[in-house]
């Protein structure tokens, strides 16, 4: 099942939703020593990899962060091949000052802003929203 690509359908349809708890943004050397079933997400670099993980989780590894987040995620199916709708949602979240890191995954694009921004970018995002047209 392909994902939605039409710009004005996910803008219109894209409900953000607030996912309960705080998220946290980790580098380890080796991840293999890390259950994959305890990982939001991953991503290797040359320097580490990178893990997304709750932050009570990393609190249990002992694992080092400095970023504390929420993770809201757009429930609508988007594409891959999608186009306009990260610069769309971040363009708006930058306007009203909240820095987000985005994951794009197969259903749906999940982004991560700083905890005390978490009710403003809600707010912003059901706006872009709510004021898309199809």
């Given at each position: 099942?392909?994902?939605v690509t039409d710009i004005s359908?996910?803008?219109k349809h894209m409900t953000p939703h607030l996912q309960e708890g705080e998220?946290?943004?980790?580098t380890v050397s080796n991840p293999g020593q890390i259950d994959l079933q305890d990982v939001i997400g991953t991503f290797r670099e040359k320097e580490g990899t990178t893990l997304i993980l709750s932050r009570k989780t990393a609190d249990r590894l002992q694992l080092p962060y400095t970023y504390i987040a929420a993770w809201i995620t757009l429930t609508i199916h988007s594409s891959l091949e999608a186009v306009g709708l990260?610069?769309?949602f971040s363009a708006a979240l930058a306007k009203a000052g909240i820095s987000?890191?985005?994951v794009a995954a197969y259903y749906h694009d999940h982004?991560?802003?700083a905890t005390s921004d978490a009710d403003k970018a809600m707010q912003t995002l059901k706006?872009?929203?709510t004021n898309a047209s199809l």
């Open positions: 099942m392909s994902g359908t996910l803008l998220y946290v943004f980790c990260t610069a769309a987000c890191n985005v982004i991560f802003v706006s872009l929203s």
